[in-house]
């Protein structure tokens, strides 16, 4: 069979692509400056690559090449120099894949408490960012450049009504905390309306701030038919994140790992599971 370019449907793809932009109200945009739409990277890995091929991006940014090729099962590396966009990055690949996301690797950040300790020396808004990395949060706007009225970050996760969102607030601190730190964001998640706050810090807190924050009360969701509580205020240390704990909310993970549970026990034996049994 013989395809003919003259013959052929379309317009024929010319040596500069201008055709695929990014709207200003698109929902892929994520604030950052560089960010490329996901169709134009769709294209370029498409004509470039096939399945299971290495798709190297050296300045990914907010990460638009590493997720396209995740989706179009690529490997990929991506490299970049700020926390910030290591953040973003793995927030959009928790956000858009869930429990479906390829294990990857990150290299070049903190592996300990002591690492941590030196990042935020170092630089606070670049140990917020990797903090906020740990529970992939998307990082509030750049502070430097406006006020952040409390808020560095935030999580979302499915609503109630289908295709709404609840939002939780998450604050990062690196110096010392008190019942005054936990009540602010208590405020904060009281102004913004949100379902729920994350309180991450690099000292331990005292009793009496997991006492603060028990008060908060807990955000109730009816899931699968079976009620779930979490906690409305929750403060992790980085030494905790950095062992393995987890935020505890109803995310896309969460919700995908509960409907493969029940999938599972409802599951109907295969033909090999009769000849294993």
């Known amino acids: 069979m013989k395809e003919y370019l003259d013959e052929a449907p379309g ?3 010319q040596d500069l692509w201008t055709d695929i932009r990014l709207a200003p109200t698109s929902k892929e945009r994520l604030g950052y400056q560089t960010q490329k739409p996901e169709a134009l990277l769709e294209r370029i890995i498409l004509t470039s690559s096939n399945e299971r091929d290495v798709v190297l991006d050296p300045f990914c940014g907010c990460g638009t090449t590493v997720a396209v090729a995740e989706r179009l099962n690529r490997r990929w590396i991506g490299i970049d120099i700020t926390h910030l ?4 990055m793995r927030s959009r690949l928790e956000r858009t894949f869930g429990d479906q996301l390829s294990p990857y690797d990150v290299e070049g950040v903190p592996k300990d408490l002591a690492g941590a300790r030196e990042l935020a020396s170092q630089n606070r808004y670049q140990f917020e960012w990797w903090a906020l990395g740990l529970i992939d949060a998307l990082p509030a706007l750049d502070k430097r450049r406006a006020p952040d009225r409390g808020i560095d ?5 499915p609503g109630e009504k289908r295709g709404s969102f609840e939002t939780i607030v998450c604050q990062v601190k690196s110096g010392a905390v008190s019942v005054a730190t936990v009540r602010e964001l208590k405020g904060v998640m009281e102004r913004e309306r949100a379902a729920m706050g994350v309180l991450v810090t690099l000292q331990n807190p005292t009793h009496a701030m997991r006492k603060e924050a028990i008060s908060a009360g807990f955000y109730q969701r009816e899931i699968l038919g079976t009620s779930k509580k979490f906690k409305k205020l929750q403060i992790v240390t980085i030494d905790e994140l950095l062992k393995g704990k987890k935020v505890e909310y109803p995310s896309l993970s969460y ?3 509960l409907k493969a549970s029940r999938k599972s026990k409802n599951a109907t034996p295969s033909q090999t599971d009769w000849i294993k049994g």
């Open 11 to 13: 317009a024929v793809l």
């Open 85 to 88: 966009a290591i953040a973003l």
């Open 153 to 157: 970050g935030y999580l979302k996760f």
């Open 255 to 257: 919700f995908q790992g």
